[in-house]
């Protein structure tokens, strides 16, 4: 019912900058859409994957303590889009990125992108 289409990440050098987008969008035509909540999770080798940051709609944004100060997440309402700008990449950072969307209570997770910071 909803797909969601991430983009950016790649192999980035420490400190660097990069900033990952998702958009969000219903597959075909139908019942309201509805987004309660955007965010991105990770997952990096051999680990079990973790919230990064998330937005409730109306809501105050949620960090994990491991990047915040260095990363900020932002929504597009109006456009269904969730950017996350992530600085000063360490490469514990590296990982598969994940957008997350609950449209009309449900979750919905993107494809992954990869993000590999190098040393």
């Known amino acids: 019912q909803v797909q969601l289409v991430e983009s950016g990440g790649g192999l980035v050098q420490a400190g660097g900058s990069p900033r990952l987008s998702c958009t969000a969008s219903?597959?075909?035509?139908?019942?309201?859409?509805?987004?309660?909540?955007m965010g991105w999770y990770r997952q990096a080798p051999g680990k079990q994957r973790e919230l990064v940051a998330y937005i409730i709609s109306g809501g105050s944004p949620n960090y994990a303590d491991s990047v915040k100060g260095r990363f900020t997440i932002s929504r597009d309402n109006g456009q269904n889009t969730v950017d996350l700008q992530m600085n000063s990449l360490k490469p514990e950072d590296t990982a598969v990125y994940y957008c997350?969307?609950?449209?009309?209570?449900?979750?919905?997770w993107g494809q992954g992108t990869q993000v590999t910071v190098s040393s």
């Open positions: 219903r597959k075909a035509s139908g019942n309201i859409f509805s987004i309660n909540g």
């Open positions: 997350k969307a609950v449209v009309n209570y449900v979750a919905n």
